[in-house]
């Protein structure tokens, strides 16, 4: 008897595959959301914004970035959810923009310039290096700036947000890093202690702009992942326990986030 015929592969998914990248954009969306009011143009904004993210994996497809067999055998699938959720995207923004107050116009400046630089990371293959890492992390937590105000928070809580999350999930990238350049050395290079410094001067950063005016939510709510990004910067955090982080990083980011709508609305 001729050999069965083995099963065509199993079409790949075309949502984007960095889990932390999700957390990195829905809790600024949602803090926005939760320090104003769910108004008909903070939703059309965070419907935007979303789409424009889960449009991200096609586009790395189409750039070869997931490799040439992603390529040879998705590429025409990918081009076409592309197409839909840019168009999808375009209209939710248009619409947001067209309802949203001026200073939540304004504020989408900032995510538009950032997505500049992390589209030149991507093209570069940058994506993944510590400053890449940052700069996504930043383009994705600006989001919820314009979010904020559109809607209805205050210009001094959606900034005390925005500045938050982007030294947060600075921390926490800063302690990711630190992992993998070890793993990826062998050991031989451990930016740890370096790593750990730099994370504290986040949260010295924080302080110091809650001093100078802005809520003290935003020195506390910088605490908790500055704190563990710090812990596993000095400890010696195995490679295996690399999910247990990710649930550690979830962790703190809840806390920050209930922070962030208890010390702002």
Known sequence: M?????PPPRPRSLLPHEHGAWGQLAMPLLTGLA?????????????????AFVA?????????????RALELDGARARRWLVVLSLLAAGTGVAGLLLAPGAAR????????????????????LEKTTAGEIGVAAALA??????????????RAALAALLAWTLSFSASTLAVQVILIRVHSKGSVDPGRRHAVL???LAVAAAGLSWAGLPGALALATAPPVLVSIAVCLGRFSPRRLRELGWALVGTSAVTLGILVVGLR
């Open 2 to 6: 001729p050999p069965a015929a083995s």
């Open 35 to 51: 320090i104003g009011a769910p108004t008909a143009p903070a939703l059309l904004l965070t419907a935007a914004v979303v789409l």
């Open 56 to 68: 991200h994996e096609p586009l790395l497809v189409l750039l070869g970035q997931r490799g040439r």
């Open 106 to 125: 304004r504020a989408l400046l900032l995510p538009a310039a950032l997505g500049v630089v992390v589209s030149l990371l991507i093209l570069r293959r």
């Open 142 to 155: 600006s989001a919820g700036w314009a979010v904020a105000l559109a809607a209805g928070a205050s210009r």
């Open 199 to 201: 994370a504290a001067l």
